[in-house]
């Protein structure tokens, strides 16, 4: 079997592993080229769509992380600013089994796990060749920085036209879903539920 039909066969299986974890398809079912493309391509756009959702939430979720950040060091009564006197009374009530805090501590490596995911999809973008630098440019104006630019101010800064943007973000979000979702975790869909809540609903 050469290279082109293993990789068909291993994307003809990751389809029917996602439609059988959807509990769209029986567990012994098989499918037609037809099916499986329509299955590729419903797949594509829910991980188009997760994408967006966590781009849409980045400021969000930073913030959320900060405020856990802040809980846990208010908590302790240990200033944030003391972070060697805050790490080391986080050891000791861990020591003590607060399990309160082990509860928040999980809860923040989790945002935390998610933020450097998303940050990695990001450099990868930026390394993209040719428009790798202008495509990271328009995602980190319209979604990251801590300054929530209005669109035409994202216009203006890269000199481009409305319809390029849109064309351009499309095309970014693409290349960061396929680095987010090419090897999905379970996490992912429990990230996905604090984003869902952080937005208030489907956006």
Known sequence: MDNTSKRT??????VLSFLRNQGILA???TLSEE???EAQEKKQKQAYHNTLLLLSNYRNILWQTDCEI???????NVPLKNLDALLSRVDAEIGMENRR???????????RQLLDRINDALTALKRKPDNGPLLYELIYMTYI???KLLQTDVLFRLNISRR????????AINIISLRLWSSPTSDLDL??????MLSGGDK
């Open 164 to 171: 390029h943007y849109y064309r351009l973000k499309e095309q």
């Open 191 to 196: 990230w996905l539920e604090l984003v869902a």
């Open 27 to 29: 567990e012994n079912s």
């Open 101 to 111: 805090l082990e509860l928040n501590l999980e809860r923040l490596a989790k945002t």
């Open 9 to 14: 066969a291993l994307s003809a299986e990751a």
């Open 145 to 147: 920085s801590d300054e």
């Open 70 to 76: 802040e809980a846990i060091a208010s908590e302790l």
């Open 35 to 37: 099916m499986i493309r």
